[in-house]
Each structure stands twice: as structure tokens, then as C-alpha cells.
């Protein structure tokens, strides 16, 4: 980690101190309220709990604090995703996504968009910066795209796109704002899944977006408060104690992956393997410039889906499940989800165990299939 990543590590776990009165509790007050009291004209004050609460107010500054930028808290990623969509654009704009991106995403602006008269095309992430951005109001990255780990030069597309007079909104679900950060790189809007490693414990889903775009926040704001989608408070406290650890959690998760994607190389069960930390990997290069870390997800191809399915079930520390982030190493056959990918294809979500034993774990599970 950089020394500017430590310092905000350090300084996000006391981030309430200035804000104590004596006798408060350390650890953040859970506040459950759809109302609040309000006699009279009660402006600037709490009135009603899809305008506000105190504990969206105390995740949104742990993640403001992160991402060096206001954040606007919602109840997932794709709701954060979402609010960019429709709180941003109009009739007439165009819309560029990655192809080979997280699917919902894609899913969410061909169903919904199109019917609005907002145009989507797609791109490989590999190679986003050919075509140009010409007549693109938004222009989404997913950088390293989910699940086949390509990523594409964030500043050199920031770059393109603001010259295009378009916005730049990158979705940093698989780095966190510890292993990747696009708005220092010139990225308009970052989006992110905090129900992944920020919540980090398998138990809320969350999301946020971040901008310093001020009129930016206004409208997605705008559209929570509007839309109702709001944030649960027992979900932001989940994950206000989440961000807590995360610093912890993703330098163990990170460079255990280094560890286990070096080992998976060699095995010979595996084929395709993409981790952008491997040198020779295509990614490898331009993650050396940008990324912080190289994240802790690891993606390879098995003989078959029988055999990847076997690989997953058979490892006793590996828990057969979709999504990534959590404390439990996770992996999934990602062809199940409709990813154009191949049937052996496997997304394996490194956790927090400790990495000799899960190798062990891994290398087993491997070593049951055969060549
Ligand atoms: C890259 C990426 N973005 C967004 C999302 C959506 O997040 P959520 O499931 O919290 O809506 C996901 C979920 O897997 C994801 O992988």
C-alpha cells in the first residue's frame, strides 16, 4: 500500500472520534427510523427516513473519506448503477458498456434504456479505447471486468471521453478504493458493489456512488430520494463495520491471490488462467501502472463443467457461491450465470484464510481430477 493508502487506513477506524460528546458510544449507534421528530418547520433537521438517516450519514463518510470524494449510499451496487442511469441521463443520449462485463449491468440498460429512447452499445474491455467516444453522453468501464479479468487504461479513457465532451463512470466492485482509484486516474463517478469485500461478510448487500462532481451528487441523490431507493440502516451499519476491517481483509485476500495464482500456473488441470498479477498476463502491464494491488480474483478454465464443478465441491475450503468479496474463499462455474464463457470456465473469489492452508485446500481439490 502507498503511504497515502495507510494513512487513510489508519485514520478512517477513528474517523467518529471528532464527533463525540462525553459518554458516547466507541462503536456506531444503530438509528432504525422511518420518522423522526420534527415540530414546526423542522429544515435541516432528520424529517423522514427515505431523506435521511444518521447511519447512512456515518457509512457515506467512512466511504467518502475512502474514495476522497462525496458518496451517496444505496442498497446494492446495481441500485448505485442504477442511479447513475436514470438519474443522469435522457432521451437521445447514447450509452457505452463494456461487453464482457458484470451482466446485470447490461441487462439493466437493454431492458430499461432502450424502452426510454437511450441508445446502448457494447465493447470489449481489452480494447475500449478503439472507436473512440464520439456522441457518448456516458461512457462505463469495469476495470478488471468481471469475471474474465481484462482491464483498459482508465486515465487514457477519461482522457478520450472528456475530449469527446462525455462522463466517465467506472465500476470498481473488484478492486475497492484500496486496490484501485479512478477518480485520481480522471474517471467522473465511481459505482461499487459493497455487498463484496467493503461489507465483506457475505451478510448485506450495499452499493455506492462517488463523485466530486457536485451536480453529479445532486442527481443521484435526487433519484434515492425519489426513487425510494434507499439504503436499510441495519445494512449500512453492517457495512460501516465492514469498512472497518476491509483494509485487513483485502491486503490478506490480495496477496494470497499473488501466492495462489503463481501456484495455479503450474498446475495442469488448469488452463487459461488470468490473475493480473502474473507477469504475462495481458493485463499485467497496464495493472502495474494503475491498480494498487492486483485483487483477489483469480479466473482459469477446467477440462469440462463436470470437472470444474467437481474442483469446486470437492474443496473443503472453498464454498460453492455466487458473488465475490466475503470472508469464505468462494468460487463459482461462471457459464451458470450466462457469462460468455466457456462450461470449465471458474471464478474463484480469494478470502481470508490463511494462505498456505488453502492452498493445500486448493491444490488437493485440483490434484482429485486428474490431468
Ligand atoms: C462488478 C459488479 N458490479 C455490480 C454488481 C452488482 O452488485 P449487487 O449485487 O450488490 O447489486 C456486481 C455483482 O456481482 C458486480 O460483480
Not at 482491464?151 to 478504493?177: E, F, K, Q, R, W
Not at 502495474?288 to 485483487?295: D, E, H, L, Y
Not at 485440483?366 to 490431468?371: A, E, H, M
Request: proline share 6%; aromatic share 8%.
Amino acid at each position: 500500500m502507498t503511504d497515502n493508502a495507510q494513512a487513510r487506513a489508519a485514520h478512517l477506524i477513528h474517523l467518529r472520534r471528532s464527533g463525540y460528546s462525553l459518554g458516547d458510544p466507541v462503536a456506531l449507534p444503530l438509528t432504525m427510523a422511518a420518522t423522526y421528530h420534527s415540530p414546526g418547520d423542522a429544515t435541516g433537521y432528520n424529517q423522514y427516513g427515505r431523506f435521511s438517516n444518521p447511519t447512512w450519514d456515518a457509512v457515506e463518510k467512512v466511504l467518502a473519506h475512502l474514495e476522497d470524494a462525496p458518496c451517496v449510499a444505496f442498497p446494492s451496487g446495481m441500485a448505485a448503477i442504477a442511479s447513475i442511469f436514470f438519474g443522469l441521463l435522457k432521451t437521445g443520449d447514447r450509452v457505452l458498456l463494456p461487453s464482457d462485463g458484470y451482466h446485470t449491468t447490461r441487462g439493466l440498460a437493454d431492458r430499461f434504456l432502450g424502452k426510454l429512447g437511450i441508445g446502448v452499445d457494447v465493447r470489449p474491455t481489452a480494447s475500449f479505447l478503439d472507436g473512440g467516444f464520439a456522441g457518448y453522453r456516458l461512457v462505463f468501464v469495469e476495470s478488471p471486468s468481471n469475471p474474465v479479468l481484462d482491464i483498459c487504461d482508465i486515465a487514457a479513457v477519461a482522457h478520450a471521453v472528456h475530449a469527446a465532451s462525455g462522463i466517465l463512470a467506472v465500476d470498481n466492485t473488484t478492486m475497492t478504493p484500496y486496490g484501485q482509484r479512478p477518480l485520481d486516474l480522471g474517471a467522473d463517478i465511481v459505482v461499487a458493489a459493497d455487498t463484496k469485500a467493503p461489507n465483506g461478510h457475505s451478510d448485506a448487500l450495499f452499493g455506492h456512488v462517488a463523485s466530486r462532481n457536485a451536480d453529479t451528487i445532486t442527481a443521484v441523490m435526487d433519484w434515492r430520494e425519489t426513487s425510494g431507493s434507499i439504503p436499510s440502516p441495519f445494512d449500512a451499519w453492517l457495512v460501516h463495520r465492514g469498512l472497518e476491517t476491509l483494509e485487513v481483509r483485502f491486503d490478506r485476500m490480495c496477496s494470497s491471490a499473488e501466492l495462489i495464482a503463481g501456484r495455479l500456473k503450474d498446475h495442469p488441470a488448469v488452463h487459461g488462467l488470468r490473475f493480473p498479477g502474473l507477469e504475462g498476463d495481458p493485463s499485467h502491464n497496464l495493472a502495474r501502472i494503475q491498480m494498487q494491488r492486483f485483487g483477489f480474483l483469480i479466473s482459469f478454465s477446467l477440462a469440462s463443467a463436470e470437472q470444474a464443478d467437481d474442483f469446486i465441491a470437492g474443496c473443503e475450503l472453498i464454498q460453492p457461491a455466487t458473488s465475490f468479496g466475503g470472508v469464505h474463499t468462494s468460487a463459482e462455474r461462471r457459464a451458470c450465470r450466462g457469462d460468455a464463457v466457456g462450461p470449465g470456465f471458474v471464478r474463484l473469489a480469494i478470502g481470508c484464510e490463511p494462505a498456505e492452508e488453502l492452498w493445500t485446500a486448493i491444490k488437493a481439490s485440483l490434484d482429485r481430477l486428474g490431468g
